[in-house]
């Protein structure tokens, strides 16, 4: 049976867990209170740190919509691998800016010298940048992102997934303890979980819940191809 008929038949138009585009990720991303706490009542700059995998692209993402919704000026750009400079010439009252650990020490110092003059830097690193703004007293919020996605987050993060997509009445969901089961195995890894995840709902025959029970036998014949 054709992928898109099997996903109708479980209330989907497809699979909820495949790559999401930016725009996608921009309103299915789920904010989490401390930082909507820092975004909302400080004009502090903000560091999201974390491994790759862990959720810094989606989280940015997800601040950048916030701010278009709240009328900010914001504007958001992605350094790719092998890109050493960022493009931007005049930043807006929020730059948000992903991968700068990839930016030349010059274009780190560019950047400074245009924050300096009084746009708000939100940004993703894997490599701690808080001495450039100690060095220019520059008040500087750091979050490390593994330390955010707890179970309830995770749910809610889920579940914003299968109601964008679920196209009738389904009793397909994520469960709590199916959360559980997930940081068992992939710890903070959100990347891991979110592949999982599209695998085991790729080959979902009737439509059930994502529960402990479900991954967990869906697991086993992985580990045992692996073995």
């Not at 904010?31 to 560091?47: A, M, R, W």
Request: hydrophobic content about 35%; aromatic content about 12%.
């Amino acid at each position: 049976m054709p992928d898109f008929l099997r996903f109708q038949r479980l209330g989907f138009s497809c699979n909820p867990f495949r790559v999401l585009t930016n725009e996608e990720w921009a309103i299915l991303s789920v904010i989490p209170s401390p930082i909507l706490d820092i975004i909302d009542n400080t004009n502090h700059h903000l560091q999201l740190i974390g491994d790759i995998g862990r959720g810094k692209t989606t989280l940015l993402l997800g601040i950048y919509s916030h701010f278009q919704q709240c009328g900010v000026d914001a504007s958001y750009e992605y350094i790719p691998e092998g890109q050493r400079h960022f493009k931007t010439r005049q930043l807006p009252d929020v730059f948000l800016l992903d991968e700068v650990q990839r930016l030349t020490w010059r274009e780190r110092r560019r950047l400074f010298k245009q924050v300096a003059q009084g746009a708000r830097l939100i940004f993703s690193t894997h490599r701690d940048m808080q001495n450039g703004f100690q060095r220019r007293g520059l008040a500087l919020e750091i979050i490390d992102v593994k330390s955010l996605y707890d179970g309830q987050i995770l749910l809610e993060m889920w579940q914003r997934r299968l109601d964008h997509f679920r196209t009738g009445d389904s009793p397909v969901c994520l469960t709590t303890d199916g959360v559980e089961f997930l940081l068992d195995v992939f710890r903070n890894d959100r990347r891991s979980m979110e592949r999982f995840l599209y695998e085991a709902f790729q080959v979902l025959e009737t439509p059930q819940p994502l529960n402990r029970a479900y991954l967990s036998d869906f697991r086993k014949p992985i580990r045992s191809e692996q073995a």
